[in-house]
T-cell receptor, first 115, second 115 residues
Framework: AQKVTQAQTEISVVEKEDVTLDCVYE???????LFWYKQPPSGELVFLIR??????QNEISGRYSWNFQKSTSSFNFTITASQVVDSAVYFC????????????FGAGTRLFVKA | DTGVSQNPRHKITKRGQNVTFRCDPI?????LYWYRQTLGQGPEFLTY????????KSRLLSDRFSAERPKGSFSTLEIQRTEQGDSAMYLC?????????????FGEGSRLTVL
């Protein structure tokens, strides 16, 4: 079975602080894809970043960076110099190469960025 | 319109009534997904279509739920004999066939309240 766990329910930071959102996943698939999605107060989920299981190289894209470690089944997401507009619920998600094309989501981490 | 469109955005109904939601995916996307999201939780997979074929259904999709995508374009999700436990946000997403990462594009959702 596939599972995504986001242990942090809520995080509150002050603007310009860096914040890391944790994600741990479970899958028996050898090929899989990991994602982060953002759900702002307006409600529409928006894709942010993805990583496939073959590539553990960590990357930075603007203020976003991610740390993928297969050894610990973790896919953590960092926002650098947070802004008030980053306030949203962030979901980590997993899609394997078996069991169809469904994407499994974690319960989400609500991020509050205070001015 | 280049995004995923869902309607109605809000539906209030009495227990026992039937409701139907419609989703219009991004036009070139041939995969379409339905998810359900309750307060404080991540999206839960319900079902997905490739073109007009319904390829997978979650155990969450009881026999009161039915989804169709008759011409491989828009989709409908019908809930018969609604129960209070059906109150949730119903999300539709689409993705592009051949896109290996399976990034999902979500609509704004249809919120159902069963009284």
């Amino acid at each position: 079975a596939q599972k995504v766990t986001q242990a942090q329910t809520e995080i509150s930071v002050v603007e310009k602080e860096d914040v890391t959102l944790d994600c741990v996943y479970e899958t028996r698939d050898t090929t899989y894809y990991l994602f982060w999605y953002k759900q702002p107060p307006s409600g529409e989920l928006v894709f942010l970043i993805r990583r496939n299981s073959f590539d553990e190289q960590n990357e930075i894209s603007g203020r976003y960076s991610w740390n993928f470690q297969k050894s610990t089944s973790s896919f953590n997401f960092t926002i650098t110099a947070s802004q008030v507009v980053d306030s949203a619920v962030y979901f980590c998600a997993l899609r394997g190469n078996t069991g169809g094309f469904k994407t499994i989501f974690g319960a989400g981490t609500r991020l509050f960025v205070k001015a | 319109d280049t995004g995923v469109s869902q309607n109605p955005r809000h539906k209030i109904t009495k227990r026992g009534q039937n409701v139907t939601f419609r989703c219009d995916p991004i036009s070139e996307h041939n995969r379409l997904y339905w998810y359900r999201q309750t307060l404080g939780q991540g999206p839960e997979f319900l079902t997905y279509f490739q073109n007009e074929a319904q390829l997978e259904k979650s155990r969450l999709l009881s026999d009161r739920f039915s989804a169709e995508r008759p011409k491989g374009s828009f989709s409908t999700l019908e809930i018969q004999r609604t129960e209070q436990g059906d109150s949730a946000m119903y999300l539709c997403a689409s993705s592009l066939d051949g896109e290996p990462t399976g990034e999902l594009f979500f609509g704004e959702g249809s919120r159902l309240t069963v009284l």
